[in-house]
Every structure is written in structure tokens, then in C-alpha cells.
């Protein structure tokens, strides 16, 4: 079986781009593969975070991937930070990175100006790191958004070039393709039709939260931004809140896009919110429900972070012995 590699971020809020663009799909294909799914704790501190609450929102996070219906027989998930590979790969490979690979990537950039003077190494680096989480896995596939797209061309520059440098004759590290979908792969602001859906938008009404409420998912659709026109189309690039909408919708309703488009063609925005709403609430009501049956049950939760641990463990270990001993390092005795 091919395997996959995945992780999101534990800060905050897991919303409906978090879900549409990754997790999804990692369900939908987990019985294809042999799926390595991770909570990616090293990557939260890449920007100033609160101590208080990156262990609650790890936690937080493994519930809901096993409440989106990860499957314990085809997938290990497990927190990056209990596998110390992911920092030692991640030293290695700096010192092979050309730091002018990092400083060209988009996000960086784009955290930068936020972080003003801020900027830690740690930030420039996150695509190494990003880097190691996949290459320790010779992993095949890694199911994301489309705003990880170029990490995960620097990943197969960055093996690439490992494998010219040291492993000519039998690469050890395997490069990786994207496995991005094309509807879902780009879920956009609620309030801004085009800025992409994000945990780090200050407004809570720019994104629905796989956790929230029916009471809070409707008054965000309430207020979601929209257009005076009647008669909802997609792809028109004059609305791309509409195109936003319809695709959400069509995404949580399971529904194609043709029926959605037939279904939406007359209708006005006062007759297509309640529609959306309820969608979205019945699409997240079977999540909610099986994150509250398991989120109290630490012990299970624990064993499950147990298990995931040392089976990703022993495959990192691999890798990262293997990348060593290419380098020249003297075997440990
Ligand atoms: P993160 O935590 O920002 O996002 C997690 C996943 O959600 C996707 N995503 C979206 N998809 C569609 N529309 C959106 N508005 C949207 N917002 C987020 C992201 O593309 C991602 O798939 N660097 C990664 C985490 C990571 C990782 C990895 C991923 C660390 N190591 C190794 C894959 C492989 C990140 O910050 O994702």
C-alpha cells in the first residue's frame, strides 16, 4: 500500500477549510492507503502562542480527527513533538537548505509582514521541519490545501537534492506528490469571498468551526458576506463570495456541482442561506456528536497517542539512521 502523511496545526479554531481541504479526504482515501496522521505541535510555536492552551488544543484536535471518522486499522496518528526525529531531521536538512529556497516561500512572506519585528528563525524554517515531517515517512502522498502547494515542491527539491549530494547510487529519501482536490482545496473567508478561510482571522464570523453550535453556524451564515444580485452561479469571477457558497454548499450536501448549479440558478440569497445553514448543521451534527462521546475519554485518547507513537516512531527512527549514515555520521554504539 501507498502511504500518506498529513498534520494540521493545534492552534485554535478547526474550521470548514480544515475539514473540506484535508481531513476529508484523508478519511475518504484511508482505506487506500496506510495513513500517517499527525497534530503538527512543533510547527504552533513558529509564531508566539499561549502555553496555556497548546496541550488542551492538541488534545482537542486528535478527538476530532477520530470524530471526522479516522479508522484506527489504516491510520496511526500521533503528536508530532512525541517523535523527537521530526527536530533532528530538521537540523540535518537545515544545514543542506539553501536559506535563499526559504526565504522565496509565499507563507513566509506573508507571516512575516504580520510578525513585524517578531520574525523568529523558527518561522524561516517551517518548511524544513514540514520537510522532515514527510520525508521520515517515505511518504507517497500528502493530502492538503492548496495553500501548502509550494511546501511541498520545496520538499521534493530539498530530497531531491539529499539524494544527489549523498545518495547517489540508492536514494534514501523518497519524493512526495501532492494530493490536492480540486473542490474543497480553497474554502474562502466568510466575510471576504477573496481571502481564504483562516484560524488566524481576528473575526470569528470569517469561519465556521467544525465545533460550533447551530446557533452560532447559523448567525454566520446570517451575516456572511454576499452580493445584491439574484440568481446564484458558480465561477463567476464578479462573485466570488457566490462561488463560495455554492461550493460549500455542494461540498456538504454531497450533491454535484451540475445539481447545485440547477437547484441555486433562481434563487435569491434570502432563500438559499436557510438551505446552506441547514446543510452545514447536518453535515457537522455526526462529528459533534462522536467528539463528545470520545473527547472525555482520556484513557482512550492516551492509548491511542501511545500506540501512534511508537509506530511512527519506529519508522522515523529508520529514515533518520538511514539519513546518518549517508551523511558520514559515526554509528551510535
Ligand atoms: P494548517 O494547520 O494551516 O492547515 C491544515 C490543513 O488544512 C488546509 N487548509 C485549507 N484547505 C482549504 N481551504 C482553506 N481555507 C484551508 N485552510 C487550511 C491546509 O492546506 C492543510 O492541509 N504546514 C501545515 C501543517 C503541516 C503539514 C506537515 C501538512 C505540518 N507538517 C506535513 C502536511 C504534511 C499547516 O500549517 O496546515
Partial sequence: KQRVLSGIQPTGDYHLGNYLGAIRNWVEGQNEYENYLFVADLHAITVPHEPKQLASDTYTLVALYLACGLDLTHSTIFVQSHVSAHSELTWLLNCITPLNWLQDMIQFKEKAVKQGENVSVGLLDYPVLMTSDILLYQADKV?????QK????LTR?????FNHLFAK???VLKLPDPLIRKEGARVMSLADGTRKMSKSDPSELSRINLLDTPEQIQYKIKRCKTDPIRGLTFDDPERPECNN????YTLLSGKTKEEVAVECQDMGWGQ????????????????????QAITDDKTYIESVLRDGREKAQAIANQTLSQVKAALGYLAPV
Fill in 272 to 291: 438559499f442561506k436557510p438551505l446552506l445553514t441547514e446543510t452545514t448543521i447536518n453535515a457537522l451534527k455526526p462529528i459533534q456528536e462522536k467528539y
Fill in 169 to 171: 547510487d540508492q536514494p
Fill in 143 to 147: 493530502p492538503v490545501g492548496e495553500d
Fill in 157 to 161: 527539491d530539498i530530497a531531491a537534492r
Fill in 150 to 153: 509550494q511546501h511541498l515542491e
Fill in 245 to 248: 457558497l455554492l461550493t460549500l
